[in-house]
């Protein structure tokens, strides 16, 4: 796991600093907050034989990018989400996240032993003349 997170930092830091093309300085007013990128991952195990991963990309609140399970390939939701990779890259890129989530559904499998247990969730709903609401009121 630690060579795939390796292997994926080498690919991030990879081409030339934008910090060069700045102007000398704090590079955010006082007032705002650093931009973050954030990569988001949901996986399902409904059962013994089925899982499911889900991903997603954000920069800041704005999601950029996707994860098509089905086809194992990024989605760009935006029209600059591929920056500046080659081809190449994309499809090394894309067989990383491919590698990443086989695997990690396959070592869950390997342990799922350990920590097998039930969730039961409520969510409380509340009906009114208005509508319906699955908060309580005031939440």
């Given at each position: 796991?630690?060579?795939?997170?390796?292997?994926?930092?080498?690919?991030?830091?990879?081409?030339?600093?934008?910090?060069?093309?700045?102007?000398?300085?704090?590079?955010?007013?006082?007032?705002?907050?650093?931009?973050?990128?954030?990569?988001?991952?949901?996986?399902?195990?409904?059962?013994?034989?089925?899982?499911?991963?889900?991903?997603?990309?954000?920069l800041g609140e704005l999601q950029?990018?996707?994860?098509?399970?089905?086809?194992?390939?990024?989605?760009?939701?935006?029209?600059?989400?591929?920056?500046?990779?080659?081809a190449e890259e994309l499809r090394?890129?894309?067989?990383?996240?491919?590698?990443?989530?086989?695997?990690?559904?396959?070592?869950?499998?390997?342990?799922?032993?350990?920590?097998?247990?039930?969730?039961?969730?409520?969510?409380?709903?509340?009906?009114?003349?208005?509508?319906?609401s699955l908060l309580p009121k005031?939440?």
């Amino acid at each position: 796991m630690l060579l795939l997170l390796l292997l994926f930092e080498g690919l991030v830091q990879r081409g030339a600093s934008l910090e060069a093309s700045q102007v000398p300085g704090h590079p955010h007013p006082a007032t705002e907050e650093p931009l973050s990128f954030r990569v988001l991952q949901t996986s399902s195990f409904a059962n013994s034989s089925w899982a499911s991963s889900q991903g997603s990309g954000w920069l800041g609140e704005l999601q950029t990018h996707g994860w098509d399970n089905a086809l194992g390939t990024i989605s760009f939701l935006q029209p600059w989400s591929r920056g500046n990779f080659s081809a190449e890259e994309l499809r090394n890129l894309q067989n990383l996240f491919r590698l990443y989530f086989h695997g990690f559904i396959i070592e869950v499998r390997a342990f799922e032993h350990q920590f097998q247990f039930e969730c039961e969730f409520l969510v409380p709903c509340r009906y009114s003349p208005e509508g319906s609401s699955l908060l309580p009121k005031g939440l």
